[in-house]
């Protein structure tokens, strides 16, 4: 089994920073990708950014330019910086882990993972 712990949520004004964090542990010989994804009341999931191993990345649209992912592998932890953030970012983030060897491009298209955390709230205000 893989855990996922995530912390670093919180509010913010809007055009504020945050950064997510996500420490990985259990089985994680197997992950290959790593990713996050939020979910806002009353919506589906959706893809944020996902990374693989050698660093390659993909980020949803509505984030793309003011959202940065990250991972170290020796510490096996996973970041997400988060710039300008906007009120129609609210919501909940989770970070997610999968074994498939497949693009970061599918895992933000589908936010489908293996393993996901708890999640942790952002919430950003006008």
């Known amino acids: 089994q893989v855990q996922l712990v995530e912390s670093g949520g919180g509010s913010v004004q809007s055009g504020g920073s945050l950064t997510l964090s996500c420490a990985v542990s259990g089985d994680t010989s197997s992950i290959y990708a790593l990713g996050w994804f939020r979910q806002a009341p009353g919506k589906g999931r959706e893809g944020i950014a996902a990374?693989?191993?050698?660093?390659?990345?993909s980020y949803g649209d509505s984030v793309k330019g003011r959202f940065t992912i990250s991972r170290d592998n020796a510490k096996k932890t996973l970041s997400l910086q988060m710039n300008r953030l906007k009120p129609e970012d609210t919501a909940m983030y989770y970070c997610a882990a999968d074994s498939g060897h497949l693009r970061p491009l599918y895992f933000v298209n589908s936010a489908s993972f293996e393993f996901r955390g708890q999640g942790t709230q952002v919430t950003v205000s006008s």
């Open positions: 990374i693989d191993p050698d660093g390659r990345t």
